[in-house]
């Protein structure tokens, strides 16, 4: 007989029939899966269903619902409800009784997870590889469905607060989450943080695929596995732009592939060092936020996933069938990826391209609002953190030479954070970017000068 308590199943029941009140107690305890016999489990998702449906629970509603779930007869009836409460006098225990059940119900999972273990521990066609990583998914997934909320005291929270202050001052470096490649990001946003989605809004052609290439690199660096889904253009594409980054050699030379000894061989050091980074590409072009969802996890187990970039929001799909209008569609791809940021506890870089009329027209010193990202209601409600990605105008640039190359990046939106704008370096004849200020260090007038002439010659 599978671990279970029958006794402790209808004290529960007839406790919540007896006194109002009662289901609130433990609500968060235990679900009606929970329950070893069928009629009880049947009985307490008849009470839930009335209880999320703010109608009262007793005797006649808990029947009528039944009556209405189709499930009367299989539970006895009303004499089988009426039984219930022969048990039980008051709810006192209520709570020590629903643990009862919560215990044998983990009892019962561990039971049918290990017989599955054990079958693929014997099956010649599964590594052992496999089976741990089956047998610690199945654990954790009992875990996660048997922990209920519960409240903590502030007490409690000022004292886990003072230990993750502590657990950070042990760190060498302020950086807490995944290296952005940017010393001032990094002292704003302490590097991207676990569970956090962050949106990247940029007009087309000012650098943003570059921008996010580079965020990806020093991810990578710093020994964090990047996934990267690029729904505008393949990945060889993406490579030829690394290794112009990486090698300094221009990328128009790249393409045609008219390279003297020295570029050759400035391309291939580059291509060495980038090919031993954990950046992972992925190259459906028809991606949606479940087809996300699924490799993601994937790449979670396999190869310890730790940063997701897209390349960009409005390429995506909200489902297969896109139901539904494009601004439903947009707020659906939104809430989706800041699911996956926190089912994987795995920080989402995603880029947006921002609207004609509000994005069209940037102020170089001010730059575009939040509201320019296109669709923006829901991705403004559910980002993290928002940084807007700009270049100054063709207009400003002939005001001042100097501007050539030069961006702009301001950290817009931040729940736990500081705001801040960042001047940055863009060399488009190499898509490499750096701070502004490293880019000027050691130049007589600290003033960065583009480069006119390529750095290699044929």
């Not at 119900?105 to 521990?121: D, G, M, P």
């Not at 654990?139 to 909320?149: M, T």
């Not at 190259?283 to 699924?294: C, D, F």
């Not at 791809?333 to 994987?344: D, T, Y």
């Given at each position: 007989?599978?671990?279970?308590?029958?006794?402790a199943?209808?004290?529960?029941?007839?406790?919540i029939?007896?006194?109002?009140?009662a289901?609130d107690?433990?609500g968060?305890?235990?679900?009606?899966?929970?329950f070893?016999v069928?009629a009880?489990?049947?009985i307490?998702?008849?009470m839930?269903?009335?209880?999320?449906?703010?109608?009262?629970?007793?005797?006649l509603t808990?029947?009528?619902?039944l009556e209405?779930?189709?499930?009367?007869?299989l539970?006895?009836?009303?004499?089988?409800?009426?039984?219930?409460?022969?048990?039980?006098?008051?709810?006192?225990?209520?709570?020590a009784?629903a643990n009862?059940?919560?215990g044998?119900?983990?009892?019962?999972e561990l039971?049918?997870v290990?017989?599955i273990?054990?079958?693929?521990?014997?099956?010649?066609?599964?590594s052992?590889?496999?089976?741990?990583?089956?047998?610690e998914?199945l654990?954790?997934?009992?875990?996660q469905s048997?922990?209920?909320?519960?409240?903590?005291?502030?007490?409690?929270?000022?004292?886990?607060?003072?230990?993750?202050?502590n657990?950070?001052g042990?760190?060498?470096?302020?950086i807490?989450?995944?290296?952005t490649?940017?010393?001032?990001?990094?002292?704003?946003?302490?590097?991207?943080q676990?569970?956090?989605?962050?949106?990247?809004?940029?007009?087309?052609?000012?650098?943003?695929?570059?921008?996010?290439?580079?965020?990806a690199k020093?991810?990578?660096?710093?020994?964090?596995t990047?996934?990267?889904?690029?729904?505008?253009?393949?990945s060889?594409?993406?490579?030829?732009r690394m290794?112009?980054?990486?090698?300094?050699?221009?990328?128009?030379k790249?393409?045609?592939g008219?390279?003297d000894d020295?570029a050759k061989?400035?391309?291939?050091?580059?291509?060495?060092?980038?090919s031993?980074?954990?950046?992972l590409?992925?190259?459906?072009?028809?991606?949606?936020?479940?087809?996300?969802?699924?490799?993601?996890?994937v790449?979670?187990?396999?190869n310890?996933?730790?940063?997701?970039?897209?390349?960009?929001?409005?390429?995506?799909?909200?489902s297969?069938?896109?139901?539904?209008?494009?601004?439903?569609?947009?707020?659906?791809?939104?809430?989706?990826?800041?699911?996956?940021?926190?089912e994987?506890?795995?920080?989402?870089?995603?880029?947006?391209?921002?609207?004609?009329?509000?994005?069209?027209?940037?102020?170089?010193?001010?730059?575009?609002?939040?509201?320019?990202l296109?669709?923006?209601?829901?991705?403004?409600?559910?980002?993290?953190?928002?940084?807007?990605?700009?270049?100054?105008?063709?207009?400003?640039?002939?005001?001042?030479p100097?501007?050539e190359?030069?961006r702009?990046?301001?950290?817009a939106k931040?729940r736990?954070g500081?705001?801040?704008?960042?001047?940055?370096?863009?060399?488009?004849?190499?898509?490499?970017?750096?701070?502004?200020?490293?880019?000027a260090?050691?130049?007589?007038?600290?003033?960065?000068?583009?480069?006119s002439?390529p750095?290699f010659?044929d």
């Amino acid at each position: 007989m599978p671990p279970n308590n029958r006794e402790a199943e209808e004290i529960v029941l007839g406790a919540i029939l007896l006194e109002k009140g009662a289901l609130d107690r433990i609500g968060d305890v235990i679900s009606p899966k929970m329950f070893y016999v069928e009629a009880h489990e049947k009985i307490y998702s008849a009470m839930v269903s009335l209880a999320d449906r703010h109608e009262p629970v007793d005797y006649l509603t808990v029947k009528e619902e039944l009556e209405r779930m189709g499930m009367l007869d299989l539970v006895g009836g009303i004499l089988g409800i009426v039984k219930l409460t022969n048990k039980v006098s008051s709810s006192a225990h209520i709570e020590a009784h629903a643990n009862l059940i919560k215990g044998n119900f983990i009892k019962r999972e561990l039971v049918r997870v290990s017989s599955i273990i054990q079958e693929n521990a014997l099956d010649p066609t599964v590594s052992p590889k496999e089976n741990i990583e089956l047998a610690e998914r199945l654990i954790l997934e009992i875990g996660q469905s048997s922990v209920g909320g519960e409240m903590i005291t502030i007490s409690d929270v000022m004292r886990n607060a003072l230990n993750q202050i502590n657990e950070w001052g042990k760190n060498d470096s302020y950086i807490t989450g995944v290296a952005t490649g940017f010393s001032e990001l990094d002292s704003v946003t302490r590097g991207w943080q676990p569970t956090d989605l962050i949106i990247l809004g940029a007009r087309p052609s000012v650098g943003k695929t570059a921008m996010a290439l580079t965020y990806a690199k020093a991810a990578a660096e710093s020994g964090t596995t990047v996934g990267v889904w690029s729904l505008e253009m393949k990945s060889v594409m993406l490579g030829i732009r690394m290794l112009a980054s990486e090698s300094g050699v221009y990328m128009n030379k790249l393409q045609i592939g008219r390279l003297d000894d020295m570029a050759k061989r400035a391309t291939i050091t580059a291509a060495e060092k980038l090919s031993k980074l954990p950046i992972l590409f992925d190259e459906g072009m028809n991606v949606t936020i479940n087809s996300l969802k699924r490799r993601a996890r994937v790449m979670k187990k396999k190869n310890n996933l730790g940063l997701i970039i897209i390349d960009y929001l409005q390429l995506m799909s909200g489902s297969e069938d896109k139901k539904g209008n494009r601004e439903q569609e947009i707020s659906a791809i939104s809430r989706g990826l800041k699911s996956i940021a926190n089912e994987l506890a795995i920080p989402v870089i995603a880029l947006s391209q921002l609207s004609r009329e509000g994005g069209g027209d940037t102020n170089w010193e001010v730059g575009p609002k939040v509201s320019a990202l296109r669709e923006s209601g829901a991705i403004e409600q559910d980002a993290d953190v928002i940084i807007m990605y700009w270049a100054p105008s063709d207009a400003d640039v002939l005001k001042d030479p100097l501007l050539e190359g030069r961006r702009k990046a301001k950290v817009a939106k931040q729940r736990n954070g500081i705001l801040k704008t960042i001047d940055i370096k863009f060399n488009p004849f190499t898509q490499a970017i750096t701070m502004y200020e490293e880019a000027a260090q050691g130049m007589p007038d600290g003033n960065w000068k583009p480069v006119s002439k390529p750095l290699f010659n044929d």
